[in-house]
């Protein structure tokens, strides 16, 4: 699903949110809650991000995530090309016009969109 995602800035997103998922194993919600004021990304392409509340964390007190080096230097591409410096780390794409947020459900969008474009047979 990664081979089919465009350069373009869609497709960067889509590249992030497909790395971000499966290095993370976050859910949807969790994904789109990301914020870029918590993001850590390191000198040698490590990185690490709080995600400030989850189903799983009832105290609220936060986990730090571990970023893999593919995951940071797609943030790193993503936040260059989105010109992203606060907010939301993800966002919809709308054209060349980004939008504030991005909706939990639209991940699941975007995955059966890649998996029909890399030709996946859904079981």
């Known amino acids: 699903m990664l081979d089919v995602c465009g350069d373009d800035l869609r497709g960067t997103r889509n590249r992030l949110i497909l790395l971000l998922a499966y290095n993370t194993l976050r859910r949807r919600s969790e994904l789109t809650s990301l914020r870029v004021e918590d993001l850590t990304l390191c000198g040698d392409g490590q990185g ?5 509340r989850s189903k799983t964390d009832q105290t609220r007190k936060g986990v730090l995530l ?3 080096t593919e995951t940071s230097l797609a943030i790193r591409s993503w936040i260059s090309s989105a010109g992203v410096s606060e907010g939301y780390l993800l966002r919809g794409v ?4 980004l939008n504030l947020t991005m909706e939990p459900g639209q991940i699941s969008r975007i995955f059966k969109s890649l998996a029909a474009k890399a030709e996946l047979e859904a079981k």
């Open 48 to 52: 690490a991000i709080l995600l400030r």
């Open 66 to 68: 571990a970023l893999n």
């Open 94 to 97: 709308a054209g060349n016009r």
